[in-house]
């Protein structure tokens, strides 16, 4: 069956050092998004892309970057991490960007800032 | 995307009928209304939408008012694997899937 699957699930990392957190979906989805969900608030968006080479900011994109260099992949990069950046992180993705399509999450990545 | 208020939480009955409201008072012509849930420590998982009429798919019912206004989501027989924060979203695209707060179920034997 296809589907989105995120890396590492759990990670612990020290404030300043880069993280790269990976997202793979097999759906061959054009559309891929992160999110992050912090204790007691619903998910925001960090960046999206619409396919190969398109990436996007959302609503807390300052300190995360994308790279999209295929349809599969849409890993995301914190550039330095900071203890604000302690987070669970979601992953996901979407066939068509249009009113009434689906869109499906991975299982998410833990990720501690210290 | 249109803004929705949930309620915080509501309890429901093991085996009985868990519904969710919603309101989305300013939702747009071509805004969908979507639900999903969240299990603790999963991703959120894809429950059902609409855009006017009612739907039913294999794990609920999607219950939208004439005037769009408001939805209600319907569990027809609750488990304790119900037990989850239920999202309702009114959207047009997904660069603005906002989650807001959710209700949190709680399904008890």
């Given at each position: ?61 300052d300190?995360?970057?994308?790279s999209?260099?295929n ?23 979407s066939e ?19 | ?13 093991e085996?009985?009928?868990?519904n ?13 209304v979507y ?24 794990m ?7 005037d ?42």
């Amino acid at each position: 069956d296809a589907e989105i699957t995120q890396s590492p699930r759990h990670k612990i990392t020290e404030t300043g050092r880069q993280v790269t957190l990976a997202c793979h979906q097999t759906w061959n989805h054009n559309n891929m998004f992160w999110y992050r969900q912090d204790l007691g608030h619903g998910l925001r968006l960090i960046h999206y892309s619409y396919g190969v080479q398109d990436t996007n900011k959302g609503e807390v994109s300052d300190g995360y970057s994308v790279s999209r260099s295929n349809t599969e992949d849409l890993p995301l990069t914190l550039e330095s991490a900071a203890s604000s950046q302690t987070s669970v992180y979601f992953c996901a993705s979407s066939e068509d960007l249009t009113a009434g399509n689906t869109i499906y999450f991975g299982e998410g990545s833990w990720l501690t800032v210290v | 995307d249109a803004k929705t208020t949930q309620p915080p939480s509501m309890d429901c009955a093991e085996g009985r009928a868990a519904n969710l409201p919603c309101n989305h008072s300013t939702i747009s012509g071509n805004e969908y209304v979507y639900w999903y849930r969240q299990i603790h420590s999963q991703g959120p998982q894809y429950i059902i939408h609409g855009l006017k009429n009612n739907e039913t798919n294999e794990m609920a019912s999607l219950i939208i008012t004439e005037d769009r206004k408001s939805s209600t989501l319907i569990l027809p027989h609750a488990t304790l694997r119900d037990t989850a924060v239920y999202y309702c979203i009114a959207h047009y695209n997904f660069n603005k899937f906002y989650f807001g707060s959710g209700t949190k179920l709680n399904v008890k034997p």
